[in-house]
């Protein structure tokens, strides 16, 4: 009971100084001061906790990918490639709501930490034309995002959930699927709100043919990095990191400009934001503040369902990572799930009510980045989302009722 009482505190400081409209990376690190803390943490274990979470090679992975994310988004922004990108597909498919979704849906399928970055300026371009509010761009970019963390094998979360349960991948797939296709049918309902048959561009026709190859060619950098990591398993960063050398290359960047686009792209404020979250991250292992509340639930004799729903939940929205919350919770809940054999519809339970709580957590990196990109009011920005992300959880009646 200690743990959850003292994870809720700090969460509530969290959020109180977060509607101050404090920058997050400094909330984040007097959020990991104050648990720690709270928790009679050693000042020298907290340091060096700090230290091994910038320097882990997941952290320095992380940090990589992202900033060759905000670089090659650059160079595709100043070049006009972007431009010609939401143009292009325009023409191919016009209602502009369409080119909104279907940007971050794309981008989502490349587990970038980094991917709110690459499609926040495509999802801006396409809604040049229509009057809607910084948190509803926002909200557009975020959730389409995140339809395939549900099911893709490229994610990583739902790999250690098949291998914990030694379940077929297959099948863990099939029974989190009504979680991705209700993330599409919310997200037609609430995305745009207000919002009709827009034209995405008022640019010329040239053919449906032609612009379908332009945007091809123009899409082609991103494509090449999916690719690269999809089908043969590249690691993102040389796999991006060569993308950008390529991209220099064919634009025949000098090295004065090179070095324009890297100050340019590589943001402090953004890295600043993902230096506190990951130190939160470790000074929450550290503290083993969330396997205290894990355990808590577990040997407290309440409804299984409950805890299934509720643990996995708490862990997402602390961690705002997938693998954080699996890797915490799962092994604790696999006997509540059947043991040896766990019950499909438990295990589908408690990955969307985990993957909920990332979805709302206020350390997950796509929904800071992409309130960062569009400025937009986090408040106004939860409004939109908490709705459709409880509609999207309640999607587990299926495999719950059918997995039995």
């Known amino acids: 009971m200690n743990d959850l009482l003292r994870t809720l505190a700090v969460l509530v400081v969290v959020v109180i100084l977060l509607r101050r409209k404090m920058h997050l990376g400094l909330v984040m690190l007097i959020g990991a001061a104050i648990l720690a803390l709270l928790y009679l943490t050693p000042p020298l274990d907290f340091l060096a906790g ?38 292009s597909l325009s023409e191919v498919f016009p209602d502009a709501r369409f080119v909104m979704a279907s940007m971050p849906a794309m981008i ?22 229509l009057s809607i509010p910084a948190d509803q761009k926002a909200f557009v970019n975020y959730w389409y ?46 995305a745009f709100s207000g919002v009709g048959p827009t034209p995405a561009s ?19 950098p991103i494509m090449a990095a999916l690719v690269l990591v999809v089908v043969f398993r590249v690691n993102p960063v040389p796999a991006m990191g060569g993308v950008t050398v390529l991209m220099y290359l064919a634009h025949r960047y000098s090295p004065a400009a090179i070095v324009r686009s890297l100050r340019e792209s590589i943001s402090l404020k953004a890295m600043t934001l993902v230096f506190g979250i990951m130190i939160f991250q470790e000074t929450l292992r550290l503290t ?14 309440l409804p299984t369902v409950l805890i299934i729903t509720v643990i996995p939940f708490l862990a997402g929205t602390m961690t705002g990572l997938t693998v954080a ?19 499909l519809g438990l295990l589908s339970l408690a990955f969307g ?10 350390v997950h990196l796509c929904l800071v980045l992409t309130r960062e990109y569009f400025g937009a009011d986090m408040t106004k920005v939860y409004h939109r989302l908490w709705i459709p992300q409880a509609l999207v959880l309640a999607a587990a009646v299926v495999p719950v009722y059918i997995f039995q």
């Open 50 to 87: 700090a230290w091994v979470a910038l320097v882990s090679p997941s952290s320095l992975e992380m940090t990589a990918t992202l900033i060759f994310t905000m670089i090659m988004e650059n160079i595709l922004r100043s070049t006009g490639t972007l431009k010609r990108m939401v143009e």
């Open 108 to 129: 989502g399928m490349l587990p970038s930490p980094g991917g709110a970055v690459f499609s926040a300026p495509m999802v801006s371009e396409a809604a040049s034309r």
């Open 145 to 190: 995002r995140h339809i395939w963390e549900y099911v893709s094998p490229l994610y990583p979360g739902i790999i250690l959930v098949a291998g914990l349960a030694h379940i077929p991948y297959q099948k863990i797939v099939l029974a989190n699927l009504p979680y991705a296709l209700s993330v599409v049918l919310w997200g037609g309902v609430f």
């Open 202 to 220: 008022s640019s010329t026709s040239v053919g449906r043919g032609k612009a379908l190859r332009v945007f091809l060619i123009t899409i082609s």
């Open 288 to 301: 083993g503040a969330l396997d205290g509340i894990s355990r808590f639930f577990a040997e407290s004799g």
């Open 325 to 343: 919350f699996v890797g915490i919770t799962f092994p604790i809940l696999m006997p509540l799930m059947g043991g040896d054999v766990p019950s």
């Open 353 to 362: 009510s985990g993957f909920a709580g990332v979805m709302i957590s206020p």
